[in-house]
């Protein structure tokens, strides 16, 4: 699989009705099906919360020309198992039927079925409006602008489509950065990785979150001091989140537009973060972001594992000594049972340091793997960027260092990041590299 396939951003043909995921997967097309002109009904699932809401509703409904209603459900549950049977087309939503988890759902039914959802409101409440629009509704309507509004609404937003149509949905990959031993270098390098990223690709497209949960560095590596990290999240974690949600604990790295999700602030609160807040908050960021950059502690704990489950690409930092190369060898034979291979990546980091006479070749050779990445050492550079707190792609873009990491930023991107100027990006070897990496001659 090319892993530089890109920023996938999920741009449906334009028909009347975007195709189910499941259909897509089987490739099959859908025509027309519900707008203006189209000879099949639209179908409407109704999903209250008061009796007073089907009164108003469901009269509306079944008088429309060109209006299928489906069913009627009362519970979430209840709406998600139907809508994975039925394929709606659009679902009018009662804003109270998950009580507090109402945007989280909305999210999860445009992100998953790429659904039109359109939101009862029992009041007029510009704040909860906007709430549920931030969340992906394709509308709002107090109760009380039902019968007026109503038919009207349904149409426009029928007309407008899915979701998809109207703003590109996100899925992003989650590249998970994972060291064979400690100090090996994994946090320097993600976050130089997500820092170049952010830096070259358009704002609001990068995440970093740091999994360190006892000793995590992302902060002090970007000069941030957050207030705000994944214990005070997982402590108002309720079983439910959004993206809502989840922003207000996003750190902003101004310099490159980077987000970061921060490692709580004292080793003692990591065991405030579970394994489900932890995919949730990546299913979350993969339909915010490009990419999700994930920083993870050398210890294989249940977080720790959590990530590497859902990762598009897991990359091995290893490094020339014997204990990180032994390491590494563990590693990769545990990771190869659990993981396709295509999503493994190895990187060596000090690629040029000869204290112990090996060399990569005898690395890729002893391990079987080509290595994807070689980052050089420079001690100078890494110290000066980690006191300062000025990540070393910004402070010297040019040097060889950072030019391997905006290499490695490339291939994951699929798109030259950063890159010199030289006749290598310009037309050359380099470039070329790079489609026969994503190509996978390499
Ligand atoms: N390419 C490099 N050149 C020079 N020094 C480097 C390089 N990569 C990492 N270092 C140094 O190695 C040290 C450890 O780096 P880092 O904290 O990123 O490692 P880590 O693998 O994340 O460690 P931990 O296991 O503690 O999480 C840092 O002090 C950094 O300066
Ligand atoms: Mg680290």
Same mark, same amino acid.
């Given at each position: 699989m090319a892993w530089g396939?890109?920023?996938?951003?999920?741009?449906?043909?334009?028909?009347?009705?975007?195709?189910?995921?499941? @259909?897509?997967?089987?490739?099959?097309?859908?025509?027309?099906?519900?707008?203006?002109?189209?000879?099949?009904?639209?179908?409407?699932?109704?999903? !209250?919360?008061?009796?007073? @809401?089907?009164?108003?509703?469901?009269?509306i409904l079944t008088k429309m020309p060109g209006i299928d209603l489906v069913a009627t459900v009362t519970s979430p549950g209840e709406l998600e198992q139907l809508i994975a049977q039925q394929l709606p087309d659009l679902v009018i939503l009662s804003s109270e039927l998950a009580g507090g988890a109402t945007a989280g759902l909305i999210e999860r039914l445009v992100a998953r079925y790429r659904l039109a959802v359109l939101v009862l409101l029992p009041a007029?409440?510009?704040?909860?409006?906007?709430?549920?629009?931030?969340?992906?509704?394709?509308?709002?309507?107090?109760?009380?602008?039902?019968?007026?509004?109503?038919?009207?609404?349904?149409?426009?937003?029928?007309?407008?489509?899915?979701?998809?149509?109207?703003?590109?949905?996100?899925?992003?990959? !989650?590249i998970v950065f994972y060291g064979t031993k400690g100090g090996v270098g994994t946090s320097l390098l993600a976050t130089n990785v997500a820092v170049a990223l952010a830096r070259y690709l358009p704002p609001e497209s990068v995440c970093?979150?740091?999994?360190?949960?006892?000793?995590?560095?992302?902060?002090?590596?970007?000069?941030?001091?957050?207030?705000?990290?994944?214990?005070?999240?997982?402590?108002?974690?309720?079983?439910?989140?959004?993206?809502?949600?989840?922003?207000?604990?996003l750190l902003l790295h101004s310099e490159s537009n980077l987000r970061v999700l921060a490692a709580p602030s004292r080793p003692e609160l990591a065991e405030l973060v579970t394994t489900y807040l932890i995919e949730r908050v990546l299913q979350v960021l993969k339909n915010h972001f490009a990419f999700i950059i994930v920083d993870t502690p050398n210890l294989l704990q249940d977080t720790t594992l959590a990530a590497l489950d859902a990762a598009d690409h897991i990359l091995i930092v290893t490094a020339l000594d014997l204990l990180a190369i032994r390491n590494a060898e563990i590693v990769l034979?545990?990771?190869?049972?659990?993981?396709?291979?295509?999503?493994?990546?190895?990187?060596?980091?000090?690629?040029?340091?000869?204290?112990?006479?090996?060399?990569?070749?005898q690395v890729e050779?002893?391990?079987?793997?080509? !290595?994807?990445?070689?980052?050089?050492?420079?001690?100078?550079?890494?110290?000066?960027?980690?006191?300062?707190?000025?990540?070393?792609?910004?402070?010297?873009?040019?040097?060889? !260092?950072?030019?391997?990491?905006?290499?490695?930023?490339?291939?994951?991107?699929?798109?030259?990041?950063?890159?010199?100027?030289?006749?290598?990006?310009?037309?050359?070897?380099?470039?070329?590299?790079?489609?026969?990496?994503?190509?996978?001659?390499e």
């Open positions: 396939a890109s920023v996938r951003q999920v741009a449906l043909p334009v028909e009347c009705r975007p195709p189910h995921p499941k @259909e897509a997967r089987k490739g099959a097309q859908r025509t027309a099906t519900f707008t203006e002109g189209c000879a099949m009904p639209a179908r409407v699932v109704l999903a !209250i919360h008061h009796e007073q @809401e089907q009164l108003a509703v469901a009269p007029e409440d510009l704040r909860t409006a906007r709430r549920f629009l931030k969340a992906g509704a394709a509308d709002v309507l107090p109760l009380s602008s039902v019968a007026d509004e109503l038919p009207e609404l349904i149409q426009t937003v029928l007309r407008q489509g899915a979701p998809a149509l109207r703003s590109p949905l996100q899925v992003g990959r !989650i970093l979150v740091d999994l360190d949960l006892q000793f995590g560095a992302t902060p002090m590596l970007l000069n941030l001091q957050p207030k705000m990290n994944l214990a005070t999240l997982a402590q108002r974690f309720q079983g439910e989140l959004d993206f809502e949600m989840l922003r207000s604990f034979t545990m990771f190869q049972k659990l993981y396709p291979a295509e999503r493994l990546r190895l990187v060596l980091n000090r690629s040029n340091t000869r204290f112990g006479g090996l060399t990569p070749e050779e002893h391990l079987r793997m080509t !290595i994807a990445a070689r980052i050089p050492s420079d001690g100078q550079l890494a110290v000066t960027s980690i006191n300062e707190g000025v990540p070393f792609v910004l402070q010297a873009p040019d040097a060889p !260092i950072s030019q391997a990491i905006f290499q490695l930023a490339s291939l994951i991107a699929g798109q030259p990041i950063g890159l010199r100027e030289t006749a290598e990006t310009t037309g050359g070897s380099l470039f070329r590299r790079l489609v026969g990496y994503l190509l996978g001659e």
